[in-house]
């Protein structure tokens, strides 16, 4: 009997390309957009509300968000030609880097026009990043993780004041507004003190000038309410006790739980109500342009652009540790397609009204707990958060949601995007040099500075601000200089694998 001659061509399908059952794949991608969500609806909430928006607004930029960031997804794990899509399980999201900045423009100016701005910035950001996607892996060596560690934890310092502000009912500037009958009382007895002493001078003589003093404030009396502060507690009591006591996938979306924990107990008190989410649509599609044309500013475009660069370096560590976790190999032409991606995604999301995008680390995480390697897993979840994108009710019940509510999980999200950070400088020699210390702590104090002293650029050209406001932008640009300064250019791929594996939470 003669026997087959051994194939010289193997059959096996590598993990990252193997195609699960419908089913399972349904399971395996809901999961990983529930451990995204919490991080995926903050962003549109935050730059929403520090525009001033109206509810439907808001509303908008959630359902795009959501639309975006499935659509970006697909493309990143799907593939798209050979100059996009790293073809990896990766999910991506809007990242929390350019808050910031963001906010900061939406300071500059508010409402449509702002959305607008920013919107402009975002297309010409996303377009430089399709550019210099090329050399990113080049410039690796410039963001070591002394670089990676202290921008990440500032990003989460500067996100903290969002979460304390959530859970206080807002923003500080909301804490007291102008008593207005004590102020037009005022304003009417400096005239009348000014005409007096007008009148009392010669003829001819120039009328004596109005002069007011300070202006009258009064207390909000819903600012740091005590019974919504109890609710904002109550969900970082929950959150605790999901992470301490739950397991697996409970403790992966216990932020989560957290915010429905707290949505349930606002109702049950009368402080959240659904009429939104009946008067919203069951269906919409997401179109461009829904605010008007973008509007383009050279510093803005240039601010969202450095914003870009920190973003793509973070991606390429998390697509190297992506690369060890699943042991696919990336060459450096697929990796330039996942970087493509992330400034095609922020292009994308410039497009139709949302904002940059980059891989979610918690999901990258998930890949390592769960042991599933599959990139179509992600393709499903794509499809799912497309599908969630063209239901307005469920972008109406997210803005519906009381800051109070989202207070306790701010708090923690963001909490822990500082830690991660932290986490990363653990692992920085600080024993044999020295020199890391004074780039974490110089970078940080240069980070602090809006915090601290929010109108500390008032003296400075206008145009510049968008630049100045945002610590995230001052520490990465700090760090960069600062090492390139005491450490020169050392490449440190290892180092910088570890860092995005350290990365869960960011």
């Given at each position: 009997m003669s026997?087959?001659?051994?194939?010289?061509?193997?059959?096996?399908?590598?993990p990252v390309?193997?195609?699960?059952p419908t089913g399972r794949l349904f399971t395996l991608g809901l999961q990983h957009v529930l451990v995204m969500y919490a991080g995926a609806?903050?962003?549109?909430?935050i730059v929403g509300r520090a525009l001033n928006l109206d509810h439907h607004h808001v509303a908008l930029l959630i359902s795009a968000d959501l639309f975006c960031c499935g659509l970006v997804t697909l493309i990143q794990s799907l593939g798209f030609g050979k100059y996009f899509g790293i073809k990896l399980p990766v999910m991506m999201g809007v990242t929390f880097a350019s808050v910031g900045p963001m906010v900061a423009m939406a300071n500059i100016q508010g409402g449509p026009d702002g959305a607008r701005a920013i919107f402009g910035a975002i297309i010409g950001a996303g377009i430089i990043a399709m550019l210099v996607a090329p050399l990113m892996s080049r410039m690796l060596r410039f963001f070591p993780p002394v670089v990676t560690g202290t921008i990440i934890a500032i990003i989460g310092i500067s996100l903290m004041r969002v979460g304390v502000g959530w859970a206080m009912g807002g923003p500080s500037f909301l804490a007291q507004s102008t008593d207005?009958?004590?102020?037009?009382?005022?304003?009417?007895?400096a005239r009348e003190a000014a005409a007096a002493a007008t009148a009392a001078l010669p003829a001819g003589s120039e009328?004596?000038?109005?002069?007011?003093?300070?202006?009258?404030?009064?207390?909000?009396?819903?600012?740091?309410?005590?019974?919504?502060?109890?609710?904002?507690g109550l969900v970082l009591i929950a959150i605790l006790l999901l992470v301490r006591y739950g397991r697996g996938f409970v403790a992966n979306i216990s932020v989560l739980l957290g915010m429905i924990f707290g949505c349930g107990v606002a109702v049950a008190v009368g402080k959240m109500s659904f009429e939104k989410v009946g008067a919203a649509d069951w269906f919409n599609v997401v179109t461009p342009f829904a605010f008007g044309m973008p509007t383009f500013d050279v510093v803005m475009v240039l601010t969202m652009a450095l914003v870009m660069i920190v973003v793509m370096i973070e991606s390429t560590g998390m697509f190297l540790a992506l690369s060890d976790l699943t042991g696919k190999r990336i060459t450096p032409t697929e990796l330039s397609a996942g970087l493509r991606t992330d400034g095609l995604g922020t292009l994308i999301g410039g497009l139709f009204n949302t904002f940059p995008y980059t891989s979610f680390s918690q999901?990258?995480?998930?890949?390592g707990v769960t042991g599933?390697?599959?990139r179509y897993v992600c393709v499903a979840a794509g499809l799912i958060m497309i599908v969630l994108g063209m239901l307005p009710k469920m972008a109406a019940l997210v803005e519906s949601i009381p800051e109070f509510a989202l207070g306790g999980a701010g708090l923690v999200m963001f909490g822990m995007v500082a830690a991660t950070g932290i986490r990363i400088l653990a692992n920085v020699d600080f024993r044999s040099n020295r020199n890391n210390l004074y780039i974490v702590a110089i970078s940080i104090g240069a980070g602090m500075i809006p915090l601290v002293a929010p109108r500390w650029t008032q003296q400075m050209a206008h145009s510049l601000h968008p630049l100045l406001e945002s610590g995230i932008l001052l520490t990465s640009v700090s760090a960069v200089v600062l090492n390139f300064f005491f450490n020169g250019g050392k490449a440190d791929q290892a180092g910088a694998i570890e860092a995005a594996k350290a990365a869960e939470a960011h």
């Amino acid at each position: 009997m003669s026997q087959q001659p051994p194939s010289t061509q193997s059959d096996e399908v590598h993990p990252v390309d193997e195609r699960l059952p419908t089913g399972r794949l349904f399971t395996l991608g809901l999961q990983h957009v529930l451990v995204m969500y919490a991080g995926a609806i903050a962003v549109p909430l935050i730059v929403g509300r520090a525009l001033n928006l109206d509810h439907h607004h808001v509303a908008l930029l959630i359902s795009a968000d959501l639309f975006c960031c499935g659509l970006v997804t697909l493309i990143q794990s799907l593939g798209f030609g050979k100059y996009f899509g790293i073809k990896l399980p990766v999910m991506m999201g809007v990242t929390f880097a350019s808050v910031g900045p963001m906010v900061a423009m939406a300071n500059i100016q508010g409402g449509p026009d702002g959305a607008r701005a920013i919107f402009g910035a975002i297309i010409g950001a996303g377009i430089i990043a399709m550019l210099v996607a090329p050399l990113m892996s080049r410039m690796l060596r410039f963001f070591p993780p002394v670089v990676t560690g202290t921008i990440i934890a500032i990003i989460g310092i500067s996100l903290m004041r969002v979460g304390v502000g959530w859970a206080m009912g807002g923003p500080s500037f909301l804490a007291q507004s102008t008593d207005v009958p004590a102020l037009v009382a005022m304003v009417d007895s400096a005239r009348e003190a000014a005409a007096a002493a007008t009148a009392a001078l010669p003829a001819g003589s120039e009328a004596v000038p109005i002069k007011l003093g300070k202006i009258p404030m009064v207390d909000n009396p819903n600012y740091g309410a005590l019974d919504n502060m109890a609710i904002a507690g109550l969900v970082l009591i929950a959150i605790l006790l999901l992470v301490r006591y739950g397991r697996g996938f409970v403790a992966n979306i216990s932020v989560l739980l957290g915010m429905i924990f707290g949505c349930g107990v606002a109702v049950a008190v009368g402080k959240m109500s659904f009429e939104k989410v009946g008067a919203a649509d069951w269906f919409n599609v997401v179109t461009p342009f829904a605010f008007g044309m973008p509007t383009f500013d050279v510093v803005m475009v240039l601010t969202m652009a450095l914003v870009m660069i920190v973003v793509m370096i973070e991606s390429t560590g998390m697509f190297l540790a992506l690369s060890d976790l699943t042991g696919k190999r990336i060459t450096p032409t697929e990796l330039s397609a996942g970087l493509r991606t992330d400034g095609l995604g922020t292009l994308i999301g410039g497009l139709f009204n949302t904002f940059p995008y980059t891989s979610f680390s918690q999901n990258v995480g998930l890949v390592g707990v769960t042991g599933v390697k599959s990139r179509y897993v992600c393709v499903a979840a794509g499809l799912i958060m497309i599908v969630l994108g063209m239901l307005p009710k469920m972008a109406a019940l997210v803005e519906s949601i009381p800051e109070f509510a989202l207070g306790g999980a701010g708090l923690v999200m963001f909490g822990m995007v500082a830690a991660t950070g932290i986490r990363i400088l653990a692992n920085v020699d600080f024993r044999s040099n020295r020199n890391n210390l004074y780039i974490v702590a110089i970078s940080i104090g240069a980070g602090m500075i809006p915090l601290v002293a929010p109108r500390w650029t008032q003296q400075m050209a206008h145009s510049l601000h968008p630049l100045l406001e945002s610590g995230i932008l001052l520490t990465s640009v700090s760090a960069v200089v600062l090492n390139f300064f005491f450490n020169g250019g050392k490449a440190d791929q290892a180092g910088a694998i570890e860092a995005a594996k350290a990365a869960e939470a960011h």
